[in-house]
């Protein structure tokens, strides 16, 4: 386990402040027999202000606890999480509670998250008032400027949750989260449950409050085209630990771990020449969390295991700056069956 | 793959068509009378050939493949038009004869397998009966025809999933289940309403696949619902695009893809993220789709079209043909250029 922490992934420019830090961050549940589900099992990366960085997962993988983690959700087991140069576990609750409103999330069913007996006003002013944010008049105005803020006019303010459509529920989240004015948010699968002209309005919507508001964002989907489209740098997970985490060319264009690899190829591509209709899919499914295979945790469907695989957990390495990857043969991946070295070409490459 | 051995058009123009959508629409009772949420849909089905039907929520897109079978909520839905199939009109036919083509020349998927197997009956049970209640077979025939059919779709150990139930297999081999059910007496259509929507990437993949495989080996020709064009564009010959309850494009897929001509098609397609755009904004369809309650008068999609004109919201838009094979409902399809993904 302590040769993952080894390597601390930095942040990409020099001196930034770090807003979220991860060392040998784990988060083992219990069981009643048999050892703990190590749904988060060690992971390290920086969250610096300013940027999106995006983690990208099968179910199972523990992305969504790994998000609970980050807003002190769900208290951690093991290793090290820094807030603001905190850490959330040595403060008091009063402490914890001014902290926390810097560190806020978004889930991805917008209709479980709101109160539906509650309209959108009380529901957008009630982080202010368990804050006890500004006075009832500021409050009132607050949230017809936070609505205004979400692409929601002030005719919404009485309506209530059943009477809105899936974006603009997620919209309502969205400026609840905004209200108390956070540094960073947590994206869990937002724009997942939309259509796919709403989910374009959704990630123009995040990008605008980025910029005016200065936001960092985690942002944890499914979706590589969405993880790509959003991010700055992406880490790749896969039961409970990092494959790889480097910058969004580094990712989606150099992957160095079969499973990168694997996921990029997998993604349906509407563009006719980037199909993957020559590609062969990964074959089997992701094991249960509960009993994960040993040494790298990929290697029961990785096409290039091999015998060290199975007898020891790869290093978790910077293989260039910035890009980091836990695989004995990472870089062996990047030549094609047809014997192209594609180190040098990217990706898309491979789908040719 | 077969995709590049049969050319993205799919099976050729003499291939015979299957199944024939001929004006359907559907109407749902609501308090305030009749609301229609399909509007005089019409495509074909040619043997071997898969079809993408895409659109938002409320398209229409379920409920049309829900007619073909005539699975819709008898009382409180009503389809008119006709869906020819073997010879037979499948809205005007009786019941007896819907139960001879469901599940044996005409099957679906759905997106959550757990909802379409039965708990308490193991995936045997289920296959056995699909089986016996089309075929006079023993039971023993039945039961080495269902364990054929788990091979077939790549589940391991056949011979021991058939005795186990649906809750001791993973996500995806529930799916792989669902379709072995679904396939079991060799259907000439298959109706996959989003049935890899909510499986993961990699998953998805091993199902788009087998499905493609099944179809190149059986000839099966499949009607791919779907709101993913990705998927959509992976796995199908040609592409329907549907938009409050209306046809509005109907062409090859690639010509659909790289040269859409329906302004809708256009949108869906600048809508998707891709990893090929960068952090490009991404260009969204401006507005709503109009409540089916108050649909305007002319062109439907007119309101949010950025190409629109006066003439678009005058009067009702007819089909037009844009090419071999290709309709698109757009006044303007003929004088507009719009932007698709690269060749």
């Not at chain 1, 002030?154 to 209530?160: I, K, M, S, T, W």
């Not at chain 1, 990630?203 to 409050?209: A, T, V």
Request: proline share 6%; with cysteine.
């Amino acid at each position: 386990m302590n040769e993952r922490v080894i390597a601390m992934p930095r942040p990409p420019e020099g001196e930034r402040t770090r807003l979220a830090s991860a060392q040998d961050l784990q988060v083992h549940f219990p069981r009643r027999s048999g050892p703990p589900l190590r749904a988060v099992d060690g992971v390290s990366f920086d969250v610096v202000a300013g940027e999106t960085f995006g983690i990208i997962g099968e179910s199972g993988s523990g992305k969504s606890t790994l998000a609970r983690a980050l807003v002190c959700l769900q208290p951690i087991t093991g290793g090290a999480l820094t807030l603001s140069g905190r850490s959330p576990a040595s403060l008091s609750a009063a402490s914890l509670r001014l902290l926390r409103r810097d560190f806020q999330i978004i889930f991805q069913d917008p209709r479980a998250a709101l109160n539906p007996r509650m309209t959108v006003r009380a529901l957008v002013a009630e982080p202010l008032e368990i804050q006890s944010i500004g006075t009832r008049d500021g409050r009132r105005a607050a949230v017809l400027d936070l609505l205004d803020r979400v692409g929601l006019g002030p005719e919404f303010a009485d309506r209530y949750p059943h009477q809105l459509s899936g974006g603009q529920r997620q919209r309502v989240n969205i400026a609840r989260a905004l209200a108390v004015r956070p540094k960073l948010l947590v994206c869990d699968e937002v724009v997942a449950a939309l259509d796919v002209s709403i989910q374009a309005d959704m990630l123009n919507l995040f990008k605008d409050l980025q910029d005016e508001l200065g936001l960092t964002y985690v942002f944890i989907t499914h979706d590589l085209a969405v993880v790509a489209h959003v991010s700055d740098r992406i880490a790749v997970m896969y039961l409970g630990v990092f494959m790889e985490l480097g910058s969004k060319a580094q990712i989606t264009e150099r992957p160095l771990h079969p499973y990168t690899r694997a996921l990029l190829d997998a993604a349906p591509q509407a563009v006719p020449s980037y199909r993957r209709v020559h590609r062969e899919p990964l074959q089997g499914e992701i094991p249960s969390p509960l009993a994960p295979p040993s040494g790298c945790r990929f290697r029961t469907r990785c096409p290039l295991a091999v015998e060290v695989c199975a007898a020891s957990v790869p290093a978790w390495r910077e293989v260039q700056p910035g890009h980091f990857v836990a695989c004995h043969r990472a870089g062996e991946a990047m030549v094609s069956t047809d014997g192209t070295d594609l180190r040098s070409q990217g990706v898309r490459s491979a789908a040719r | 793959m077969s995709m590049s051995e049969q050319g993205a058009s799919g099976p050729g123009a003499t291939v015979e068509t299957l199944l024939s959508v001929r004006g359907l629409s559907v109407f749902f009772k609501t308090r305030a009378g009749e609301t229609q949420v399909a509007s005089d849909v019409s495509f074909d089905l040619r043997r071997g050939e898969r079809v993408g039907l895409v659109g938002e929520s409320g398209c229409g897109k379920t409920v049309t493949g829900l007619s073909i079978l005539g699975l819709l909520p008898r009382g409180a839905a009503r389809a008119a038009g006709e869906v020819r199939f073997g010879g037979h009109d499948l809205l005007a036919a009786p019941e007896r004869h819907l139960n001879r083509v469901r599940g044996r020349a005409i099957s679906m998927i759905f997106q959550e397998p757990m909802s379409a197997l039965d708990p308490v009956f193991t995936i045997g049970r289920q296959l056995s009966e699909t089986i016996r209640s089309h075929f006079d077979v023993s039971t023993r025939e039945a039961q080495e025809r269902g364990i054929a059919a788990l091979d077939a779709v790549g589940i391991p150990l056949p011979r021991q999933r058939y005795f186990e139930y649906p809750h001791q297999l993973s996500g995806g081999m529930r799916q792989r289940a669902m379709i072995a059910i679904a396939t079991v007496c060799h259907p000439d259509v298959l109706i996959a309403d989003e049935a890899t929507t909510a499986l993961d990437v990699t998953i998805q993949a091993q199902i788009i696949d087998l499905l493609i495989r099944l179809s190149d080996e059986n000839g099966m020709a499949i009607l791919f619902i779907s709101h993913d064009l990705g998927v959509i564009a992976e796995a199908c010959h040609r592409l329907v695009t549907m938009y409050a309850g209306q046809v509005v494009e109907d062409a090859p897929l690639d010509d659909a893809l790289v040269r859409p001509r329906h302004p809708y098609t256009a949108g869906l397609l600048a809508s998707m993220p891709t990893r090929q755009k960068g952090a490009r904004r991404l260009t969204s369809i401006p507005g709503r789709v109009p409540s089916p309650a108050d649909m305007p008068d002319g062109c439907r999609f007119a309101m949010r079209c950025t190409h629109a004109q006066p003439d678009c919201r005058r009067a009702a838009v007819a089909l037009v043909t844009t090419g071999p094979a290709a309709l698109a409902r757009c006044r303007r399809a003929h004088e507009l250029t719009l932007a698709g993904v690269a060749a």
